[in-house]
């Protein structure tokens, strides 16, 4: 299953290419961030890092993954679309009638531990999570992608401080952090700096990575299974809003803006597999 | 279910305690919200008891992340932090995910009556009640609060309970056997229903009381579950009264008396509904419990005269 650097550099282009797809298809969805963490979610699933079976979904030693940057969905259903959670037909299906994919992740769609959509829940739920494990001695990890903007919410910083105060050294956290909220720059409405700092007083060890390298991804995420660290780990992840189409990198129209026209055949060709 | 005469309060921590005793799943979580029979919780069983502090929505997403790992937990505050303050939490992590946590509010309806407006339990049920999933619960006293912990630590699905403080009188409930009704008639009259439940059940039946004395035979329903109304039975209860009353320390909108007109507007057409409850305001005046609801016409004098009028129209 793991796979080497470009294999997995190929993977992300391949779930980007999905991404655009889907949404040009569906007329919908929210494509700037779902390309911001493309590669996070390719490390994460192709590099050996959780542990899953998707034909034992609901093995009891699996790793937790929650995405709680929900509105990014379209990214991890082609992840786990790919690795057999459902068809893959599924994905042209992404947000239309009859289809089991809707705009933000639920438990009923096979793959997905928690209910997100709505910022600043997945956190806790992923600290509750790890705080069960840790009452049972169980030894597998829960690890919770969270949106820049998401940060802003009060409920990610209480979480953080249980997360923190209970010692939860079996969750990681992952920022995305591409820097753009909904319509704006977050340093134009609410400067998160220092976030690393934020992470720190809260009772975390905190990496800060370019989360589009997946050297780096790597080389981090593979300390998560180590119990190394004595506390609940952060990655800020710095990343670019629309990663991978030129035209859509770090630009406020393309949180859910969908590519058409002379924009989607443009965006399709940066994106050939 | 054996009689019991104490706070409210205590017979129901008190069987969650033995509970929690046997069956090291359940896990208690507070907001910083204590009781006199939760030390004893806390003392003896440190690793099933949690202290969240002052954060509910965070509760909230604990309760339904150590849920998922098959914890049976419990949350606890006073009504509106643990209900409106964390109300999207509730909705999504244990609601939608259709997740075993119940959620204990203490301080229903005016409780809590002097702390104002911030601490009155009294539009929590229209809230929870939006919630497909949810089972809502509403205890008279020890003896139904003792049961409605068995029945949340039994539940696969959200349950809400609302309770009070203080030792309430009992009221005869030996002839229910297992609280599975939701409903339960605690006297018999054939002119009129009243429908109440929790601390206004006991003046329910005051007024029933005291309107015998004007020849008015008013049967009393103890409403003590609100979500999923057992309608069947309810109807059957009401049976040939044309006259309906609910009386509860909530504000109009959307408590029992809303419930109960849902149920009447499709099914009995005949009756005639008067909800007497907590005009459409923040409660912002001050005093003792009996004084609010004297203000109100909540108090029993007011409520017997609200029916006589009732009677002579």
């Known amino acids: 299953m793991q796979k080497n650097i470009l294999e997995l550099e190929q993977k992300s282009r391949w779930v980007r290419r999905q991404v655009l797809e889907m949404i040009s298809s569906a007329g919908k969805g929210h494509i700037g961030g779902a390309f911001s963490c493309a590669d996070i979610l390719v490390a994460l699933y192709y590099g050996g890092i959780l542990r899953f079976d998707s034909t034992n979904k609901e093995s009891p030693g699996r790793d937790r993954f929650i995405l709680s940057k929900g509105h990014s969905a379209a990214s991890l259903y082609a992840v786990l679309a790919d690795l057999g959670y459902f068809a893959l037909s599924e994905l042209e299906n992404y947000q239309k009638e009859t289809s089991i994919l809707r705009g933000h992740p639920d438990r009923k769609i096979p793959g997905i531990e928690a209910d997100t959509g709505s ?155 | 279910m054996k009689a019991l005469n104490k706070d409210i309060r205590d017979a129901f921590f008190d069987q969650l305690y033995s509970i929690a005793q046997q069956d090291k799943n359940v896990i208690f979580l507070t907001a910083d919200m204590g009781a006199f029979s939760l030390a004893k919780f806390k003392k003896d069983l440190p690793s099933q008891f949690i202290n969240m502090a002052v954060a509910e929505q965070n509760m909230v997403s604990i309760a339904a992340g150590l849920s998922l790992v098959d914890k049976n937990v419990f949350i606890y505050s006073i009504i509106p932090f643990t209900t409106l303050r964390c109300y999207e939490q509730i909705k999504i992590d244990i609601c939608a995910m259709n997740l075993g946590v119940s959620i204990i509010g203490i301080g229903a309806g005016l409780s809590y009556a002097s702390d104002g407006p911030t601490h009155h339990g009294t539009s929590d049920i229209a809230l929870m009640r939006l919630l497909p999933e949810i089972t809502i619960l509403n205890p008279s006293n020890a003896v139904t609060a003792q049961a409605c912990a068995q029945i949340a630590y039994k539940s696969t699905s959200p349950v809400y309970i609302r309770l009070e403080k203080g030792v309430l009188p009992l009221i005869d409930r030996q002839k229910e056997k297992d609280f599975s009704s939701g409903i339960f008639k605690v006297r018999e009259g054939s002119d009129l229903t009243i429908i109440s439940g929790g601390i206004m059940l006991q003046e ?28 069947e039975l309810l109807l059957n209860l009401i049976d040939k009264s044309k006259i309906v009353v609910t009386l509860e320390e909530n504000i109009i909108q959307g408590g029992i008396g809303t419930v109960i007109s849902e149920v009447l507007a499709e099914a009995r057409g005949d009756v005639f509904l008067k909800r007497i409850a907590i005009p459409d305001q923040h409660c912002f005046e001050t005093g003792s419990r009996e004084y609010m609801r004297s203000l109100y016409g909540l108090d029993v004098d007011s409520v017997v005269s609200t029916i006589l009028d009732v009677f002579s129209q």
């Open chain 1, 119 to 273: 910022l600043g829940h997945g956190l806790g739920i992923g600290a509750g999570i790890a705080l069960g494990a840790k009452m049972d001695a169980k030894d597998f990890i829960t690890c919770v992608l969270l949106g820049d903007g998401e940060c802003c919410e009060g409920s990610v910083w209480e979480a953080a401080m249980f997360a923190g105060h209970h010692k939860l050294n079996n969750l990681v956290a992952i920022v995305d952090r591409n820097g753009i909220c909904v319509t704006d720059f977050l340093k134009d409405c609410l400067d998160l700096e220092p976030l690393d700092k934020k992470w720190v007083s809260c009772g975390w060890d905190v990496v800060v990575i370019d989360g589009h390298s997946h050297q780096e991804l790597l080389s981090v995420c593979k300390q998560f299974h180590n119990k190394l660290g004595k506390r609940p780990l952060v990655v800020i992840a710095n990343t670019v809003k629309g990663k991978g189409v030129s035209f859509m990198e770090g630009n406020l129209d393309w949180h859910h803006s969908v590519p058409r026209g002379e924009d989607l055949e443009r965006a399709k060709k940066e994106l050939e597999l």
């Open chain 2, 204 to 231: 329910a039946v005051k007024v029933a009381d005291e309107l015998k004395s004007h020849s008015i035979k008013a049967a009393v329903l103890d409403l003590y579950r609100i979500k999923p109304l057992n309608i």
